[in-house]
C-alpha cells in the first residue's frame, strides 16, 4: 500500500495537531466559506486550549497518519459521554478524518478509517458513526464505499453560519475492510 503508519498522538504534539488540523481544515473548506467564518472556527475548535481538552478526554483518542516523520493526516474518535450526540452510549463517533491535499488519493485516508474500525471492534461498539457536510460529496461517497449510510441529520455551527450535516453510521462488526 504505502508506509503510512497510524500511530496515536500524545499531548506534548499538540502544536503539530494544531498545524494538521489548521491547514487541512482550510485545504477541504476555505474555498466554499466566507473567510471570517472560517477564521472564527479554527480560532475556537483549533486553539491549543480546546485541543488540549479533547486530548485529555479520556473519551476522546486522536491518531496521526505518519509518513516517515512528518504526519500527513489525522483523526479524532469519541467515545462514551464525548460522542457529539448521544444515539447509543457504546457506539463510537469519527469526528474528525482528514488528509493533507497533497496525500489524498493515497489510500492514506482508508488506513485511518480502518483504524477507527478496529478501535470499534475492540471495545465492541455496534455501530460507528459521522456527520459530514451535505456539500462534501467525495466524502459522501468515501464513506458510502466503506459501507455507511445516512440515518439522520444535524445543525453544524460554521462560525456564524449554520449548515447542515450528514450523519452517517454503519453497523459493526464489518466483514471485511477496504
Known amino acids: 500500500m504505502n508506509n503510512i503508519l497510524i500511530v496515536p498522538a500524545i499531548t506534548a504534539e499538540i502544536e503539530l495537531l494544531q498545524q494538521l488540523a489548521k491547514q487541512t481544515f482550510e485545504e477541504s ?5 466566507t473567510e471570517e467564518n472560517m477564521k472564527q472556527y479554527i480560532q475556537e475548535k483549533f ?3 480546546q485541543l488540549s481538552a479533547e486530548m485529555s478526554n479520556p473519551d476522546s483518542e486522536f491518531y496521526f497518519a505518519m509518513l516517515k516523520t512528518e504526519p500527513v493526516g489525522y483523526m479524532k474518535l469519541n467515545f462514551r459521554t464525548a460522542q457529539a450526540e448521544l444515539f447509543n452510549s457504546r457506539a463510537v463517533e469519527l469526528e474528525r478524518i482528514y488528509v493533507l491535499q497533497s496525500h489524498q488519493g493515497k489510500q492514506i485516508g482508508q488506513q485511518l478509517f480502518n483504524q477507527a474500525v478496529n478501535a470499534c471492534q475492540e471495545v ?14 467525495k466524502a459522501i461517497d468515501f464513506y458510502k464505499k466503506n459501507g455507511l449510510e445516512a440515518f439522520e441529520k444535524h445543525a453544524f455551527k460554521l462560525g456564524a453560519e449554520t449548515q447542515t450535516d450528514i450523519l452517517m453510521r454503519v453497523s459493526l462488526p464489518l466483514h471485511k475492510l477496504q
Do not use: D, K, R, T
Open 124 to 137: 465492541q461498539a455496534p455501530f460507528l458513526w459521522l456527520g459530514v457536510w451535505e456539500h462534501n460529496a
Open 29 to 33: 473548506f476555505a474555498q466554499y466559506n
Open 47 to 49: 486553539s491549543i486550549a
